[in-house]
């Protein structure tokens, strides 16, 4: 199987959540939980690329290893802070106990990005807050007005996800703040890898949930969703709307955000826990989604849209029409980017490869259904459509990976898809569309 070139994948062995996203002195650095000597999560660590062009990234030594006592089975999730231009992770040690297990949030801190040295002090926050169950981990840290503040995913007695949140005025000595958001436990037991982020005026935070329940109306026991809202640092409360979901393809999880200033720039593990992975028998598993921006919709909804430097890896015009009311071509596997542009009430787009059919995603008057054959047959997920035409639909490709975005990152859809062969691409929309266009680019870095 060819590797996808584009995105973050290990050299080798498992990985899963993306950590520590961080932009330092200019570098971008992506962490990941990685473990090279294993297909499995079984001796995780921290895996660590830099790029100075969120494009081409630079394979690091590893950035933690499970070695101490309070870490020794697991560096799991956690974030990146610059603080008097050192960096630092602060970062969850799991420790098996015969029956369950410990979680502690750990210090680990560089002066140059890619020697880091863990903190003689660990665990800078040693036991869960009253009400949380062992189950307390992936910390999120962020600086404001000179204080640190960290969220971090949990899940009550009663098994119901939760965040609570904690203030440090040096990274080291940490205060209990509260609960920052929680739930009635119709949205998953456990809520993984919180993220909170500014975007413009608007508060965003993210979460993981597991332990979903189809009766509840979700797809799967995992997915990421978010609230929007406002966060008041004086009062300790964070107002928001109700939990909304980020993507809507089969593998997407634990995504986390990189702060670049204005720009706030999201990567997801590729991948549920569920996901199968067949690149395993090449030596590797699981990957990271292309980076996106995230933007705040003027109904408050999020936007994550790939992010312009993609363009850059534009190489050659595959195709080039006006698709009319149905269209078809068959283009080779490789890593591309199709545009469709125009208006368009109601459209199938279909992939298949030289066996049988793969993908089908239909836009109908009020619902996007995206149906795939997966390991265990063909499978759907849906969302809700609130727009009246679709203007535009961008689709990534990377040898087996599936990218949907649209209406500039209005409802998107990442899956894994594993073509044998060429691929053949079709479109039924409605009626003709003399302003519709359709590009298919290949890529390369
Ligand atoms: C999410 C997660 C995190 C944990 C990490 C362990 O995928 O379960 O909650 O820190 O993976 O690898």
């Not at 100075?52 to 101490?68: I, T, V």
């Not at 993220?195 to 597991?210: A, E, R």
Request: negative net charge; proline residues 4%; aromatic residues 12%.
């Amino acid at each position: 199987m060819n590797k996808p070139i584009y995105h973050i994948t290990p050299e080798k062995g498992w990985m899963n959540d993306p950590n520590g996203l961080v932009e330092y002195n200019g570098v971008y650095h992506v962490f990941y939980q990685a473990d090279p000597e294993h297909l499995i999560n079984e001796n995780i660590g921290w895996g660590h690329k830099i790029s100075s062009d969120l494009l081409h990234w630079e394979e690091c030594q590893p950035a933690l290893l499970p070695d101490q006592s309070y870490d020794r089975d697991g560096c799991f999730t956690g974030s990146a802070v610059i603080k008097d231009d050192k960096m630092y992770l602060l970062y969850t040690g799991h420790v098996n106990q015969e029956s369950g297990y410990i979680e502690t949030q750990n210090l680990a801190v560089s002066k140059d990005g890619i020697h880091f040295e863990k903190y003689d002090g660990n665990p800078v926050i040693k036991n869960p807050p009253a009400d949380t169950t062992m189950r307390f981990r992936d910390p999120k840290i962020w600086e404001k007005n000179g204080n640190y503040y960290a969220v971090i995913g949990g899940e009550t007695e009663d098994k119901c996800g939760k965040v609570v949140y904690y203030r440090s005025r040096d990274l080291q000595e940490y205060t209990y703040c509260g609960v920052f958001a929680d739930s009635d436990g119709s949205i998953g037991n456990m809520w993984e890898c919180p993220n909170f982020v500014q975007i413009g005026n608007t508060d965003v935070l993210i979460i993981s949930p597991k332990g979903l329940e189809k009766e509840n109306g979700f797809s799967a026991s995992f997915e990421s969703g978010y609230m929007t809202g406002k966060m008041n640092y004086e009062e300790g409360m964070f107002s928001h709307a109700s939990y909304k979901k980020l993507d809507h393809g089969f593998d997407f999880y634990a995504p986390q955000v990189m702060e670049c200033g204005d720009r706030k720039i999201l990567f997801a593990w590729f991948a549920i826990p569920d996901s199968p992975g067949k690149e395993m028998e090449d030596g590797w598993r699981h990957l990271l989604t292309i980076p996106r921006e995230l933007k705040v919709a003027s109904d408050n909804s999020l936007l994550m849209t790939p992010i312009e430097e993609l363009k850059k890896l534009r190489t050659k015009v595959l195709e080039k029409t006006v698709p009319g009311a149905s269209w078809n071509c068959n283009i080779e596997n490789q890593p591309l980017e199709l545009l469709l542009t125009g208006r368009y009430e109601e459209l199938c787009f279909e992939i298949a490869d030289k066996n049988e059919s793969l993908l089908e995603l239909t836009l109908k008057k009020d619902n996007i259904v995206l149906k795939q054959k997966r390991e265990d047959g063909w499978q759907i997920r849906t969302c809700s459509y609130y727009d009246d035409i679709m203007r535009k639909l961008q689709i990534y490709m990377d040898y087996s990976t599936i990218e949907v975005f649209i209406n500039d990152g209005r409802y998107v859809f990442s899956s894994r898809i594993y073509p044998v062969g060429s691929l053949d691409f079709r479109i039924n929309a409605a009626a003709d569309n003399e302003d519709g266009s359709l590009k298919i680019y290949s890529l390369s870095l």
